[in-house]
């Protein structure tokens, strides 16, 4: 895989920056805001995200008056600018004129203007509008001391990254013969002779739409990756715009690294930004929400090469769009920010400034509460802005890692399709729960895409990869030929980039690594568990799974297979063919990484991170706890010499040796 070149942040330090969007409140309120800023040591904030409205109040004026204000007294006030381009929501004016960019849903239904994102990815006419916008922006600001960084759009996809409107059918196609260059191509990729759905030319391909039956899967899937990478198109193309006109600036869009938004390969993504950038926010509906963030973290590190990359949005404490939107508890504010650092963070920010008076985030959490300055929240912010000036010379260190966790967006776009044995599969389920039983072991892992450079890990974890190229065996087989431990498990391995099964037995592309053959997949059904002969418990999966050159680790005891494997190894290549409960995957994780030399610091509850020459650790406990470093710890200056003690609730970063 190709990535972006290594670059350092545009800000000093690990800066703490915030989305700033004064153009919700009267002029009277600025200069607070850039007072209060300056308390909470503010090093820069995203200016202009949805300022289309007022920008360009109608469809022939500007209105850059209020907005050269605002950008002059945050120069004056010494905070820089994540300028962006302004274009993430068009005002009423736009789509009143022009409804065609309005995004259509699967089943034909427009969505209507009203909210934000109104606008189709493939739509000629939006984008004609935003460039224009977009240079505009550029000719004003590109050269202004202020602005460090261009922030392309918002978040591209967040609510319109799929569109199924004709503009985009006709882009689809386009995208298709590209991809394809001859229609019988196409067939044999779509496996067309199934159903009667063979095409006799592009013209006749739609997007899938809401069928009566089971879609084409390989339609759905070519369907994924063309929206994921029309949206990169038009990331590039307010790109190319800011570089003719403001080319000594550098670009990014904040991603969507998440386990509830898979519309984007960001691997795909990457190698076009300057800065990687990502929006992280705890999900309550997860059983594990800061193993999730952990997860997130190292993806969004993968996603960056190994390279520092920005926090661009989190949240201080509630967000709004959750079932029940839970606060953070005091000192959460501060571990949660810390633990974005410890896993590559070189900047941490807050959406948004100020919460808002109206709208429909006005009970979303922010650095100025609707309670003012004079909060708990506020004084939190203010300490965690002391504490990122404290470990300013962390920016730029890197993470090491002796674990590396396969993942990859098309096989999560594959795996989670219909008609397949078990619609309680799902993919980011079980990536989870191999990243989080490594992480609780006290190892770091990078999560890393499939053809990436392995050589340097002691241990790869491959969960639940279904979908896999010709290179990933191979790159696997060398991987354990120099005695490196890998781990697959469960429906890996099966069908290739175009979703055909690997024919054979399962798992298809893994047989000879693993020295296994199964020949049917037996699921299991909603809350029925299986035991192993080592008393260990399982559900969801099973197989009917033979040994070919690997030995028996522990077999089923009951269940639909009993005396099957359900656990393998040939040498240092593992298979575990069920979905072991969270005590087994721990266990299991243990033995294997203890075998392979696995670095571990902490205990649970307690994360430990090497970031560089910086030991972090977390303490999420209710007691104090005594971890090995020796040097500075950098947040309360003080020296440590062989241990240092946190509290419970609170953190440290040591810079060993000094
Ligand atoms: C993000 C978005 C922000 C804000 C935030 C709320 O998706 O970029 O503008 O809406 O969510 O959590």
Same mark, same amino acid.
């Given at each position: 895989m190709s990535h972006r070149p290594s670059m350092t942040l545009?800000?000093?330090?690990?800066a703490l920056g915030c989305d700033y969007n004064?153009?919700?409140?009267?002029?009277?309120v600025w200069p607070e805001d850039i007072a209060l800023m300056q308390e909470a040591g503010v090093g820069f904030v995203t200016l202009g995200v949805f300022s289309w409205a007022k920008l360009a109040?109608?469809?022939?004026t500007w209105d850059f008056g209020w907005f050269d204000e605002i950008v002059g007294l945050l120069h004056e006030g010494g905070i820089a600018i994540d300028m962006?381009?302004?274009?993430a929501a068009p005002p009423p004016w736009l789509t009143a004129a022009h409804p065609e960019i309005l995004t259509v849903d699967a089943a034909g239904h427009t969505l209507w203007?009203?909210?934000?994102?109104?606008?189709?990815?493939?739509s000629p006419v939006f984008r004609t509008y935003a460039l224009e916008l977009v240079r505009t922006m550029a000719q004003r600001?590109?050269?202004?001391?202020?602005?460090r960084l261009w922030h392309v759009?918002?978040?591209?996809?967040?609510?319109?990254?799929?569109c199924w409107c004709d503009v985009s059918a006709a882009a689809f196609r386009v995208w298709l013969s590209d991809r394809y260059g001859d229609i019988e191509k196409l067939n044999d990729a779509w496996g067309t002779a199934f159903w009667s759905q063979?095409?006799?030319?592009?013209?006749?391909v739609l997007p899938?739409?809401?069928?009566?039956?089971?879609?084409n899967p390989t339609h759905e899937l070519d369907f994924a990756r063309f929206s994921s990478d029309e949206l990169l198109d038009y990331h590039r193309a307010e790109r190319d715009v800011l570089r003719d006109v403001s080319p000594d600036v550098p670009i990014t869009t904040n991603f969507m690294?998440?386990?509830?938004?898979?519309?984007?390969?960001y691997f795909a993504w990457a190698?076009?930004?300057d800065v990687v950038s990502q929006d992280h926010y705890l999900d309550?509906?997860?059983?594990h929400i800061h193993a999730e963030q952990a997860f997130t973290d190292d993806l969004t590190r993968g996603v960056a090469g190994g390279e520092p990359w920005l926090l661009m949005e989190s949240a201080t404490s509630a967000v709004n769009w959750q079932p029940v939107n839970l606060a953070k508890r005091p000192g959460e504010l501060l571990l949660d920010s810390l633990q974005h650092v410890a896993r590559g963070a070189d900047g941490v920010a807050f959406f948004q400034w100020r919460a808002s008076?109206?709208?429909?985030?006005?009970?979303h959490s922010a650095?100025?509460?609707?309670?003012?300055?004079?909060s708990v929240k506020f004084r939190e912010v203010v300490e965690l802005g002391a504490a990122l000036k404290k470990i300013?010379?962390?920016?730029g260190s890197r993470v090491r890692a002796d674990v590396a966790v396969l993942w990859d967006w098309n096989a999560w776009w594959a795996c989670d399709l219909? $008609?397949?044995? +078990? @619609?309680?599969?799902?993919y980011i389920d079980a990536v989870h729960r191999w990243h989080s039983a490594v992480t609780d072991l006290g190892a770091t892992a990078d999560v890393v895409h499939?053809? $990436?450079?392995? +050589? @340097?890990?002691k241990l790869v974890v491959v969960p639940t990869l279904y979908l896999v190229s010709d290179a990933v065996a191979p790159a696997l087989q060398a991987v354990a030929d120099r005695g490196g431990h890998v781990l697959v498990t469960y429906f890996?391995?099966?069908?290739d980039e175009a979703d055909h099964i690997r024919l054979g037995g399962y798992p298809g592309a893994f047989r000879e690594l693993l020295g296994v053959r199964s020949e049917e997949f037996a699921p299991l059904a909603p809350g029925a568990g299986v035991t192993l002969d080592d008393g260990s418990h399982a559900d969801l999966w099973t197989e009917l799974l033979t040994t070919t050159d690997a030995s028996v680790v522990a077999s089923y005891a009951?269940?639909?297979?009993?005396?099957?494997?359900?656990i393998t190894r040939n040498g240092t290549a593992w298979y575990v063919a069920t979905r072991l409960d969270e005590q087994a995957t721990a266990a299991l994780a243990e033995r294997i990484a203890t075998e392979a030399g696995v670095t571990r610091a902490g205990s649970p509850g307690v994360e430990v991170v090497r970031r560089g020459e910086y030991l972090f650790v977390l303490n999420r406990t209710n007691a104090d706890v005594a971890v090995p470093a020796t040097g500075t710890?950098?947040?309360?200056g003080t020296s440590c010499n062989g241990t240092v003690t946190v509290v419970a609730g609170a953190a440290a970063v040591v810079q060993e040796g000094t």
């Amino acid at each position: 895989m190709s990535h972006r070149p290594s670059m350092t942040l545009p800000f000093d330090g690990i800066a703490l920056g915030c989305d700033y969007n004064p153009e919700q409140w009267p002029r009277s309120v600025w200069p607070e805001d850039i007072a209060l800023m300056q308390e909470a040591g503010v090093g820069f904030v995203t200016l202009g995200v949805f300022s289309w409205a007022k920008l360009a109040p109608t469809p022939d004026t500007w209105d850059f008056g209020w907005f050269d204000e605002i950008v002059g007294l945050l120069h004056e006030g010494g905070i820089a600018i994540d300028m962006a381009t302004a274009t993430a929501a068009p005002p009423p004016w736009l789509t009143a004129a022009h409804p065609e960019i309005l995004t259509v849903d699967a089943a034909g239904h427009t969505l209507w203007p009203g909210s934000r994102q109104s606008w189709c990815p493939s739509s000629p006419v939006f984008r004609t509008y935003a460039l224009e916008l977009v240079r505009t922006m550029a000719q004003r600001y590109g050269d202004h001391p202020a602005v460090r960084l261009w922030h392309v759009s918002n978040e591209l996809g967040c609510h319109n990254g799929r569109c199924w409107c004709d503009v985009s059918a006709a882009a689809f196609r386009v995208w298709l013969s590209d991809r394809y260059g001859d229609i019988e191509k196409l067939n044999d990729a779509w496996g067309t002779a199934f159903w009667s759905q063979h095409y006799t030319s592009f013209e006749e391909v739609l997007p899938p739409r809401i069928t009566p039956a089971v879609p084409n899967p390989t339609h759905e899937l070519d369907f994924a990756r063309f929206s994921s990478d029309e949206l990169l198109d038009y990331h590039r193309a307010e790109r190319d715009v800011l570089r003719d006109v403001s080319p000594d600036v550098p670009i990014t869009t904040n991603f969507m690294v998440s386990s509830h938004q898979s519309e984007q390969d960001y691997f795909a993504w990457a190698p076009d930004m300057d800065v990687v950038s990502q929006d992280h926010y705890l999900d309550h509906r997860l059983p594990h929400i800061h193993a999730e963030q952990a997860f997130t973290d190292d993806l969004t590190r993968g996603v960056a090469g190994g390279e520092p990359w920005l926090l661009m949005e989190s949240a201080t404490s509630a967000v709004n769009w959750q079932p029940v939107n839970l606060a953070k508890r005091p000192g959460e504010l501060l571990l949660d920010s810390l633990q974005h650092v410890a896993r590559g963070a070189d900047g941490v920010a807050f959406f948004q400034w100020r919460a808002s008076r109206a709208g429909g985030e006005k009970f979303h959490s922010a650095l100025v509460p609707h309670a003012g300055r004079d909060s708990v929240k506020f004084r939190e912010v203010v300490e965690l802005g002391a504490a990122l000036k404290k470990i300013g010379d962390v920016a730029g260190s890197r993470v090491r890692a002796d674990v590396a966790v396969l993942w990859d967006w098309n096989a999560w776009w594959a795996c989670d399709l219909g $008609s397949h044995p +078990s @619609g309680e599969l799902h993919y980011i389920d079980a990536v989870h729960r191999w990243h989080s039983a490594v992480t609780d072991l006290g190892a770091t892992a990078d999560v890393v895409h499939p053809e $990436s450079d392995l +050589s @340097g890990y002691k241990l790869v974890v491959v969960p639940t990869l279904y979908l896999v190229s010709d290179a990933v065996a191979p790159a696997l087989q060398a991987v354990a030929d120099r005695g490196g431990h890998v781990l697959v498990t469960y429906f890996s391995g099966i069908v290739d980039e175009a979703d055909h099964i690997r024919l054979g037995g399962y798992p298809g592309a893994f047989r000879e690594l693993l020295g296994v053959r199964s020949e049917e997949f037996a699921p299991l059904a909603p809350g029925a568990g299986v035991t192993l002969d080592d008393g260990s418990h399982a559900d969801l999966w099973t197989e009917l799974l033979t040994t070919t050159d690997a030995s028996v680790v522990a077999s089923y005891a009951d269940g639909p297979l009993p005396g099957t494997p359900a656990i393998t190894r040939n040498g240092t290549a593992w298979y575990v063919a069920t979905r072991l409960d969270e005590q087994a995957t721990a266990a299991l994780a243990e033995r294997i990484a203890t075998e392979a030399g696995v670095t571990r610091a902490g205990s649970p509850g307690v994360e430990v991170v090497r970031r560089g020459e910086y030991l972090f650790v977390l303490n999420r406990t209710n007691a104090d706890v005594a971890v090995p470093a020796t040097g500075t710890e950098l947040l309360s200056g003080t020296s440590c010499n062989g241990t240092v003690t946190v509290v419970a609730g609170a953190a440290a970063v040591v810079q060993e040796g000094t």
